[in-house]
């Protein structure tokens, strides 16, 4: 049964793009492929280990970048959304309360 716990649909949900999600993903992989390469290649673990640590701390980085890229982002659209007709038409029309109390003040 599909769901939308994935992690593709979660960085759509929080308002990456199509292409920065598969941008973001492929990133992820080619570090972790990097890392790998480098275990193999220097046969050293501490350069492995300061390799990984670095890459790592990139995508921390982007991480955090990335959020605070995307809080802006909604930020910017719940300023510029319209009202909805509901919260219009409430501020056009008394309240029913305010009604009730002007209509008692008259008739006294």
Same mark, same amino acid.
């Given at each position: 049964? +599909? ?12 308002? @990456? ?6 941008l973001t993903l492929y990133?992820?992989?080619?570090? =972790?492929? @990097?890392?790998? =390469? &480098?275990?193999?290649?220097? !046969?050293?673990v501490w350069? &492995?280990?300061?390799? /990984?640590?670095? @890459? &790592? ?8 970048? @990335?959020?605070?890229? /995307?809080? $802006?982002? $909604?930020?910017? #659209?719940?300023? !510029? !959304? +319209?009202?909805? +007709? ?5 501020? $056009? $029309? +008394? &309240?029913?309360?305010? *009604?009730?109390? #002007?209509?008692?003040?008259? #008739? *006294?």
């Amino acid at each position: 049964m +599909p769901d939308r716990g994935h992690i593709h649909h979660r960085l759509l949900d929080m308002g @990456l793009g199509h292409r920065g999600t598969v941008l973001t993903l492929y990133g992820v992989g080619g570090l =972790f492929a @990097l890392a790998a =390469f &480098a275990l193999v290649l220097f !046969k050293n673990v501490w350069l &492995a280990a300061l390799l /990984i640590g670095i @890459l &790592a701390a990139m995508l921390a980085t982007y991480i955090v970048l @990335l959020y605070v890229r /995307i809080r $802006r982002v $909604r930020q910017q #659209s719940a300023a !510029k !959304k +319209p009202a909805s +007709p509901v919260e219009v038409e409430s501020e $056009r $029309r +008394p &309240a029913a309360n305010g *009604l009730a109390a #002007s209509s008692a003040r008259r #008739s *006294l």
